[in-house]
């Protein structure tokens, strides 16, 4: 088993980086989106505890970083953990830093034992996991494992137009290293569930059997700034009653059992001028769909675009466009890490359940190079997440870690 | 009849002042929110202009401008006429700016005609007519006529914090003189329409019978914030769909027709933390409805507030609250100004209807202090105001103030 107290210490170190005060609630959050200057002060404590647990450190051009602990054959392909850093910007101390934290405190646990491993063992930190400041989400893992190319993603701008590119070489990390990663022989990565499942279960533990189709969308709506107390209704082209439309119709989507699992949010909403007595000329907002079956998340996202056609042909003056940010099908993980992973629950006397993962994850991207799959560690309070109030007991976060690090020394073999 | 060329040229030079292109449309836009730099550039041209045309100029504490053009009874009262300069963010040339303007060329075209009056003419021009600013329309004429007090005024803010009476005194603009007008023997105001009737109608002048009520409110309304992935529709609290679920149910209010000639905008709308993946913590929006019938607004708002109530009760987590902004019944103009300016219309040979505003005026506020009423001007494109495209013909912007000149002078006796 690994040190529990040493691993709570460094997830409640790391969530001081970029940490808030929130106001009302009166709890204590963490904003730190990706390549911010609170993101880069994570990433060189990260690195610090990295290369004091004898990790030898390497960063790629997508701003990607490993801790490698060499193996005894040198030949053979390392085993992968990690999960990334940044966060959304009303986020917890867990989401992804569990994962990082965890496999280094895999390894100081494998070191303390004096065991060594035949495979390498790294810790993967992968860039912009969260999407929220460039858009586009795993997005790191997803050009190292080859599905998006570098290009696309240093060209990618946040609210500020500034570029991933350009703020990769801003905090100093634009790596040496090429981002295109060699297969590893497998990989597995620990995560807080952030959701429900396993505490209505009363369940410790869930071996992730896979990850649920992700579709992100940005929705700009051009309609006609108009004055409020004058403009009749019949003449009105307004982009904010459209964008509230489509929110609505996003729920009756869901509501209507039609699409499966369906799950709709729309989480980005302006609308412009923005001013009391003018009718908004113009609404922008994002649309994330979630859905575990591939053909029903095609066909919601085929009714949303008829949605989008009737609404532009309801009325002359307004006028749509789309454009994608993101969109994963449902990945299944791999049954024989699946495997490993339980027989190291039960090792550890803990119970274990498989569930599906509700949110994209650095994992479903690697699953294209080797054999993936994760571990859940279960969230009090419904399991909320993006949130300050995202809580997982120290008890829980070591019993995933604890499977981690057996699961790596299995992996990695003796 | 005045110099059309004249006070065409100073619409469009006042037009200059806070510019900006619209790149979409390729318009040229006016953007002079109250007491920013722009508009303090804009009233010190206006004074100028004030001083050019021999008006003697004073600014109460409200930043109200006042251009006095001496009458030969030093005992009357003084005819008084104006309107505003400032401008929401996506304007035009000609709100507000036509009767101010529109007063300046009225005194030039009697003092280059050698004509004196008995009354004293004064033209006025309004602090934060659009309320776009700090919240209230009509602020500055509302101060004036004593309806809302200079403390309130003074103490609120806009968006950046900033107090209105701060920006005051920033611009230069907290004038000395007591900001409570002293009744003026009478109040005319010619703006133009900002709608479709006079256009509709085929006729150039309107003739103002009153302004419709206007109730201006803000609703917060607090959700929590969750992963857009991961949280089940049924344990979430989306403030998002909240707030959408108001913008449609407004639509359907007007649309019922219960309302009478009910309308309604949400124009200002946000959410927070605004990102893609998380479900909206928090939403702000503004509710602009309007109705010419005051117990029929009454019952509109009632409706809303009973939605509200029960939004509120529909699931757990959810809580609103709503501040007032600002809230004017019906208010009708005085039938014997409305019949000085019919009477000037036909002097003219300008063929005029009368008709109810739809958009709120400085009048509405003078009219507690004096006999009033306005001069509508029709505008092209539907009527269209609060936007780039608003525009009126030069000669129908000389044809208002036509009738303005003519109708200062019979008010102001010879
Ligand atoms: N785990 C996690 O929060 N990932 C962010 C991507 C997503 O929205 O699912
Ligand atoms: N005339 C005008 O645009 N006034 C602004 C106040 C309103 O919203 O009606």
């Known amino acids: 088993t690994v040190n529990g107290d040493r ?31 609170a993101d880069a002060v994570g990433r060189r404590q990260v690195i610090m505890w990295m290369e004091q647990a004898g990790l030898t450190v390497r960063i790629d051009r997508m701003g990607n970083i490993y801790g490698r602990r060499e193996g005894t054959d040198p030949t053979a392909a390392p085993v992968l953990t990690g999960s990334h850093i940044d966060s959304v910007a009303t986020a917890g101390a867990f989401d992804g830093c569990l994962g990082v934290l965890g ?11 004096g065991i060594t491993t035949r495979r390498p063992i ?3 930190v992968f860039t912009e996991e969260e999407g929220v400041r460039f858009g586009t989400d795993m997005l790191g893992s997803a050009v190292a494992a080859g599905r998006l190319t570098l290009e696309y993603a240093h060209a990618l701008t946040d609210r500020d137009g500034l570029t991933l590119g350009g703020e990769l070489t801003r905090t100093g990390f634009d790596g040496p290293t090429d981002v295109c990663l060699a297969p590893p022989h497998a990989y597995v990565e620990c995560h807080i569930e952030q959701g429900p499942v396993l505490a209505e279960n009363d369940v410790e533990i869930g071996v992730v ?24 209704t019949r003449l009105r082209a307004d982009a904010g009653l459209a964008a509230a439309q489509i929110i609505v119709h996003l729920r009756a989507l869901v509501d209507s059992g039609e699409y499966g699992d369906l799950r709709a949010t729309v989480g980005h ?6 001013l009391t007595n003018i009718v908004p000329a113009r609404a922008e907002l994002t649309v994330d769909l979630r859905n575990p079956d591939d053909a029903s998340m095609a066909r919601a996202e085929e009714a949303l675009a008829a949605f989008l056609r009737d609404l532009e042909n309801s009325g002359p003056g307004l006028s749509l466009t789309t454009r994608r940010m993101a969109r994963t099908a449902y990945v299944p993980f791999d049954e024989g890490v699946r495997k490993v992973i339980a027989q190291a629950a039960d090792d550890h006397g803990l119970d274990h359940i498989s569930l599906l993962s509700g949110a994209g994850h650095d994992a479903q991207e690697i699953a294209a190079l080797c054999p993936t799959a994760m571990i859940f560690v279960r969230g009090e309070y419904d399991g909320i997440s993006h949130n300050p109030r995202e809580y997982s ?22």
């Open 7 to 37: 691993l709570w210490q460094s997830l409640m170190d790391l969530a001081e980086i970029g940490a808030y005060d929130d106001e009302r609630t009166g709890l204590r959050g963490v904003d730190r989106l990706a390549l911010t200057d």
């Open 103 to 113: 496999g280094i405190e895999a390894v100081r646990t494998l070191d303390e034992r």
């Open 122 to 124: 790294e810790v993967g």
């Open 209 to 232: 059997t896979g990850v649920q189709g992700i579709s992100w969308q940005e929705i700009t709506i051009h309609g006609r700034a108009a004055h409020a107390g004058t403009t009749p």
């Open 269 to 274: 909403l302006v609308v412009h001028p923005d």
């Open 393 to 414: 007991t120290p008890e829980a976060c070591a019993h995933g870690v604890d499977v981690l690090a057996t699961t790596l020394l299995r992996l990695a073999g003796q």
